[in-house]
């Protein structure tokens, strides 16, 4: 998914004030947490995930993976919080605007 610069601007403003729905945590990705955070994404669009998994590398190997499987666009990454977005074609949420 392209988003602009201007758009990927406008969808961390709007992350700022959210609070991280799913967490990731020792066991990593297993199928209950990709199913919930597909779920999660496909209601709400734009979300925050919390990756409490170790160090920087693996946290960035398992936000790929999870970003390659659900198609999700990252945002931004700060820390152990990922916000990421995919857009919802039948009930679209989000205003991206130009």
Known sequence: ??????????????GHKLKPVV???????T?????EIDSSVAHHELMKIKLNVGDRELRDQLLEELCQRLKLRLVQR???????FRRNPQRPRVELGK
């Open 1 to 14: 998914m392209h988003l602009t610069q201007s758009q990927l601007r406008h969808l961390r403003g709007l």
């Open 23 to 29: 967490t990731v945590a020792g066991r990593g990705l």
């Open 31 to 35: 199928e209950s947490v990709i199913e």
């Open 78 to 84: 700060v820390g152990n919080t990922a916000l990421v």
